[in-house]
């Protein structure tokens, strides 16, 4: 695996150690399995959807929790009560745990699921003291002289 040295980096930027985290987390991340399979999709101007496919989980068995910056979705499958025994076995219904690293401000406004389908609801709601504001530009007055 190949990693990345980001301090000359630090030297020039102001601020933004916390994307140079964002990127080390993917990194690390890169290896998982790819477990269950999504998309993620722009709704609106400040609206996006994570979509999962978790065929053979109810609702019950499906937590998702956003904590700061981040958004985890777990799955833990129940074990079934009369063992079953399978010819083949192509539906994986095994337990998954997946992070999303969110932007500042995204929330999760929602979550339901449907055919088979986890569908995450996600909203930017930018603070008004954090929108862009037009500043007065003044004319400055003459000094007086003496």
């Given at each position: 695996m190949r990693t990345f040295d980001y301090s000359p980096f630090y030297r020039a930027t102001v601020g933004f150690d916390?994307?140079?985290?964002?990127?080390?987390?993917?990194?690390s991340q890169s290896g998982t399995n790819g477990y269950p399979p999504y998309n993620i999709e722009k709704a609106g101007d400040n609206a996006y959807r994570i979509?999962?496919?978790?065929?053979?989980?109810?609702?019950a068995e499906l937590n998702v929790t956003q904590k700061e910056n981040e958004l985890l979705?777990?799955?833990q499958a129940q074990?079934?009560?009369?063992?079953k025994q399978y010819l083949y076995r192509g539906i994986a219904g095994r337990n998954?745990?997946?992070?999303?690293q969110l932007a500042d401000h995204v929330k999760v406004t929602g979550a339901k699921l449907a055919n088979g389908l986890l569908?995450?609801?996600l909203?930017?709601?930018i603070p008004?003291?954090?929108?862009?504001?037009?500043?007065?530009v003044e004319a400055a007055k003459p000094a007086l002289t003496h």
């Open positions: 916390r994307v140079f985290d964002l990127l080390d987390n993917v990194a979509v999962m496919a978790v065929a053979g989980f109810a609702e979705v777990t799955g074990n079934a009560q009369d063992e998954f745990e997946r992070r999303f569908t995450i609801e909203q930017r709601e008004e003291e954090k929108k862009p504001r037009a500043i007065p």
